[in-house]
C-alpha cells in the first residue's frame, strides 16, 4: 500500500498567514493527488485534483504543487472560513489512502 | 448540481447487517463510478471500496479491512448506489459517505455522510 505521510498534524495560524501543508508519498504517484477541506460536523470538501488543478468554484488563494513525491497544499493568505482540516488523498493505485490530515487552528 | 444523499445508517449490534443508500441527482449518474469512505469518530478518512460504471462490467475493489463483509451495488435506473455491511464490528463504527468519482480519478462530490454505529 502507499503511505500518505502529512504534515505537520496540527498548525495555528492567523487571518492574513501564509500556510503550506505537506503530504509525502511512500512511492511514486504521479500527480495523481487531491486535497480535501472539512469543517466540523461536515462532509469534506473537494479543493485541488491532479495535484494543482483547482476544482470549480474553490479561491484562487488555494494552490498545490508537486517536487517528486512531496506534494505541498498552499493558502496564500488565511481568510476565517479556511479554518478546518485539510486532507491529501493518492489515487495511483489501490488501496486509495489519504494523509492523517492536519487542523488549522487560529492563533 | 450534482448532488449525494446518504440512508440507512443507525444502531446495530456487532455481528449485525446494515444495508446504506446514496441517492445520487443533478447528473448521469450511470456515467461515473462511485466510492464509499468512512470516518471514525474523531478521525481521519478511510476509503471502504469502489464500484465502477457498465462500461467497466460494474467491476468493485475494497479495502482489506472491509472485504469480504461489505459488498457495494449500484441501481443506476434508481441514480442509487448501495453498501451491504455484514458481520459488523465496533471498528466500523463511523459516517460513511459516498463520492463520485470524476473522470480524472479525482473525487468532486461527496454525501453528507450517514452515521453507523455498532454497539451492544
Known amino acids: 500500500d502507499i503511505q500518505m505521510t502529512q504534515s505537520p498534524s496540527s498548525v495555528s495560524a492567523s487571518v492574513g498567514d501564509r500556510v503550506t501543508i505537506t503530504c509525502r508519498a511512500s512511492?511514486?504517484?504521479?500527480?495523481?493527488l487531491d486535497w480535501f477541506q472539512q469543517k466540523p460536523g461536515k462532509a469534506p470538501e473537494s479543493l485541488i485534483y491532479g495535484a494543482s488543478n483547482l476544482q470549480s468554484g474553490v479561491p484562487s488563494r488555494f494552490s498545490g504543487s508537486r517536487s517528486g513525491t512531496e506534494f505541498t497544499l498552499t493558502i496564500s493568505s488565511l481568510q476565517p472560513d479556511d479554518f478546518a482540516t485539510y486532507y491529501c488523498r493518492q489515487y495511483k493505485s489501490f488501496p486509495v489512502t489519504f494523509g492523517q490530515g492536519t487542523r488549522l487552528e487560529i492563533k | 448540481e450534482a448532488q449525494l444523499v446518504e440512508s440507512g445508517g443507525g444502531l446495530v449490534q456487532p455481528g449485525g447487517s446494515l444495508r446504506l443508500s446514496c441517492v445520487a441527482s443533478?447528473?448521469?449518474?450511470?456515467?461515473?463510478?462511485v466510492d464509499w469512505v468512512r470516518q471514525a469518530p474523531g478521525k481521519g478518512l478511510e476509503w471502504v471500496g469502489r464500484l465502477r460504471k457498465r462500461t467497466e462490467s460494474y467491476t468493485t475493489e475494497y479495502a482489506a479491512s472491509v472485504k469480504g463483509r461489505f459488498t457495494i451495488s449500484r441501481d443506476d435506473s434508481r441514480s442509487s448506489l448501495y453498501l451491504q455491511m455484514n458481520s459488523l464490528g465496533v471498528e466500523d463504527t463511523a459516517v460513511y459517505y459516498c463520492?463520485?468519482?470524476?473522470?480524472?480519478?479525482?473525487?468532486?462530490?461527496w454525501g453528507q455522510g450517514t452515521l453507523v454505529t455498532v454497539s451492544s
Open positions: 512511492q511514486d504517484i504521479s500527480n495523481l
Open positions: 443533478g447528473f448521469a449518474f450511470s456515467d461515473y463510478r
Open positions: 463520492v463520485r468519482v470524476a473522470s480524472s480519478y479525482s473525487y468532486d462530490y
